[in-house]
């Protein structure tokens, strides 16, 4: 059994997929205690691979967002099997704490705290606070580096930044600029 804390359709609001119709699936549970973490996770509802690919399901769009929580502290190969089966694409929101199981089509990595064990990144997407950013990017190599405003607080500074540091890309929360989830 899995714990669920909730499923829903939105579109994808940050990062590479930015704009793309996304079933969400967030699990609850982390092994993390950030001060700033503004997810309500705790609640859950138990259920098997099979009633999750149905719930899932329910939506047009074949994007899954696979976040928490941590979600790698419950995705596994049978689930991962399972949604692959019933034709999704698995993009998987990690805090970049544990491996990634494989069949996984993307991972975004938006690093809390050391220390770290994901095996594989194909975004890094960082909240900027003003930290040694270029050495995090070194720590856990990423093929696109994207950099997001704190809260839309210092979206300047943000945008300052990557002027000065082109490898970097903007990431705002856009799902909170339209006033959807
Ligand atoms: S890692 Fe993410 S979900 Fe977990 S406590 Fe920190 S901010 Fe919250």
């Known amino acids: 059994m899995y714990r669920v804390n909730e499923i829903f359709y939105s579109l994808q609001g940050e990062g590479y997929y930015t704009g793309t ?10 092994n993390r205690r950030c ?4 997810t309500d996770f705790a609640a859950y509802t138990e259920m098997d691979a099979d009633a999750i690919v149905a719930a ?14 941590e979600p790698t502290l419950q995705l596994d190969d ?5 949604l692959k089966g019933a034709g999704f694409y698995i993009q998987v929101e990690t ?3 544990m491996p990634v199981p494989t069949g996984v089509d993307w ?8 220390p770290w064990a994901v095996d594989r990144i194909d975004e890094l997407k960082v909240v900027y606070e003003g930290q040694d950013v270029e050495a995090l990017a070194d720590l856990l190599p990423a093929p696109r580096l994207f950099l997001q405003p704190c ?7 943000v ?6 540091h082109p490898r970097w890309r903007l990431s705002l929360q856009t799902h909170k600029l339209i006033d959807i989830r």
């Open 21 to 30: 119709p996304a079933v969400f699936l967030r699990f609850s549970g982390c």
């Open 35 to 38: 001060e700033f973490c503004d």
């Open 56 to 69: 899932v399901s329910a939506w047009p769009a074949r994007h899954l967002v696979v976040t928490g929580g």
């Open 78 to 82: 049978v689930l991962v099997r399972a």
């Open 95 to 97: 805090n970049g704490s």
């Open 107 to 114: 991972v975004t990595c938006s690093p809390k705290q050391a």
């Open 151 to 157: 809260s839309g607080l210092n979206t300047a500074e």
């Open 159 to 164: 945008a300052a930044y990557i002027l000065a």
